[in-house]
């Protein structure tokens, strides 16, 4: 035991004797630099001061004093208590409401938390992110208006304009987390929940389609008569391909199928086909038992599901839309009222902001109950007139972005009437 403690000490000195050796070199060679670049000193001072002028600039402390943070952690720690407060009570009430469905499909404990409701609580929380946020404002502020705070910054001198400044970083933040999260992670926990929900909830999924046409290029149309989504397999498949928009070439094929093992995309085989190649008066045709053949599309493209919009990242959908405009596709408008509306629901953070904290900076003897009830009737409206336009977008013949847009437009005119009538 004594042996190992001195072979112990050994080492370290050890250790010690070579970090001291190496910080003697690196002492060695700072000075001959310091002895052979006199002329880089004067472009270090010079470079020194533009980093030095640069980290000011860059330092939260100059746009964020020590109110601003108050007022963000009062912000940020309401925001999150209302989201846990209220997805708690949806959780409750949505297991309540699906327990015996969850029972007569023998849905797996497992499943139930990790599959549904772990995917269930970001879906859902970024869904009503703004109304979170307008209640966060709305609490948050009459407790600062009620114990006379707001007096207290406006009697130093400050602005309403000011006063919004920790608010609008409150939301640079909780509007970027939440595109992020709309955009690159939802996406994928929606694609198990909706899963989740085809088999233990509806025991319903869409696993077959019907008189498929469409486009694979400009000049090529497919159709697919019946096709089986679990066996990746097609029937009554023909494929026209034109030239000044006449036919020259017809394959048919009884049954085509998708080769889930090969290294590459679009690879599909044909079994009893057949191809007329047309030229002029004359006709070319080729028949065989089984093809190998490279057809621009995939299973994906071939099934639509309810809600499959939202399973796509940003990127995915911009893809997606991309290839189905160019198919001529006929459900493409969903996917583009989903594109737009990630983007407007980042900035409805600023907008609901705006109108709650102008709504309760004013201290009043009857308390927040009021305004509490109108800047929920408010984010709830919101919330309605963002689905109604979206489904109005789809159904009519509506542009997609401005449908998108539309809820935040009319709720930014009422943001900026409540800032012009709030305290100054």
């Known amino acids: 035991m004594e042996y190992k403690r001195i072979r112990k000490y050994h080492k ?36 020194a001061k533009v980093l030095l002028a640069i980290a000011r600039w860059l330092n939260p402390r100059r746009y964020i004093s020590l109110l601003d943070f108050y007022i963000i952690k009062k912000f940020i720690g309401t925001y999150v208590f209302s989201i846990i407060l209220i997805i708690t009570i949806a959780i409750v009430f949505d297991f309540n409401e699906n327990l015996s469905k969850f029972t007569q499909y023998h849905a797996p404990w497992r499943a139930i938390i990790f599959d549904y409701y772990a995917n269930f609580i970001p879906y859902y929380s970024n869904l009503f992110s703004p109304l979170f946020v307008f209640i966060a404002v709305i609490y948050f502020t009459s407790k600062l208006a009620g ?16 006063l919004l400044r920790p608010y609008m970083f409150t939301c640079v933040l909780i509007a970027a987390t939440t595109f992020y999260l709309n955009s690159y992670v939802i996406p994928h926990g929606t694609i198990i929940r909706q899963q989740f929900e085809n088999r233990y909830r509806r025991n319903k999924v869409t696993d077959a389609a019907e008189n498929v046409q469409f486009k694979l290029s400009k000049n090529t149309v497919v159709y ?25 070439s017809h ?8 080769d889930t093992i090969s290294d590459t995309k679009y690879h599909w085989k044909a079994m009893n086909w057949k191809v007329r190649v047309l030229k002029g008066l004359k ?54 009222v989903e594109f737009h509306k990630r983007i407007a629901m980042s900035f409805a953070s600023f907008i609901l902001t705006i109108i709650g904290a102008s709504l309760s900076a004013r201290k009043r003897k009857g ?58």
């Open 251 to 258: 394959m048919t094929a009884s049954e085509i199928q998708y």
């Open 12 to 47: 370290l000195l050890r250790t010690l004797r070579t970090t001291r050796r190496h910080l003697q070199w690196l002492r060695r060679l700072w000075a001959w630099i310091c002895a052979h670049t006199t002329w880089l000193r004067p472009v270090g001072r010079v470079l």
């Open 147 to 162: 114990n006379s705070e707001i007096i207290a910054m406006m009697a130093t001198g400050m602005s309403f304009r000011r």
């Open 224 to 248: 697919i008569q019946h096709y089986d989504d679990n066996m990746k397999r097609g029937f009554g498949f023909s494929l026209d391909k034109f030239q000044d928009k006449k036919l020259i």
């Open 283 to 336: 006709e070319n045709i080729q028949m065989g038992a089984e093809k190998d053949t490279m057809l621009l599309m995939e299973p994906a493209d071939l099934i639509y599901s309810k809600g499959q919009q939202e399973t796509f990242t940003s990127p995915e959908l911009l893809d997606y839309i991309s290839k189905q405009t160019s198919r001529g596709a006929a459900n493409v408008k969903q996917y583009e």
């Open 367 to 424: 308390g927040m109950g009021l305004y509490l009830g109108i800047g929920l009737a408010l984010s709830f409206g919101y919330i309605m007139l963002q689905t109604v336009s979206a489904t109005f977008a789809i159904n009519a013949d509506a542009p997609p972005m401005l449908a998108a847009w539309i809820p935040n437009i009319l709720f930014a005119v009422i943001a900026f009437f409540c800032y012009r009538q709030a305290p100054n």
